[in-house]
């Protein structure tokens, strides 16, 4: 079984990185992925529906 996903994405595909192209949506985007990329660009915490408690 598969664990709950802590990060979700609004509906639609998203740019995390300033000049780069929207690929990101929930179909491609690891927890581990999302943690990093918030880390480094938190900016993007509106993008997301839900984030986990910190």
């Known amino acids: ?4 996903r802590q ?3 609004k509906p639609g595909k ?3 990185v300033p000049r780069s192209p ?3 949506h929930n179909g491609n ?3 581990e992925a999302a943690a ?3 880390q480094r660009f938190p900016h993007i915490k509106a ?3 839900r984030l ?3």
Do not use: G
């Open 52 to 54: 986990p408690k910190q």
């Open 7 to 9: 990060y979700l994405l």
């Open 1 to 4: 079984m598969r664990a709950k």
């Open 36 to 38: 990093w990329y918030l």
């Open 29 to 31: 985007l690891t927890d």
């Open 14 to 16: 998203h740019q995390f």
């Open 47 to 49: 993008l997301f529906k």
């Open 22 to 24: 929207a690929i990101h």
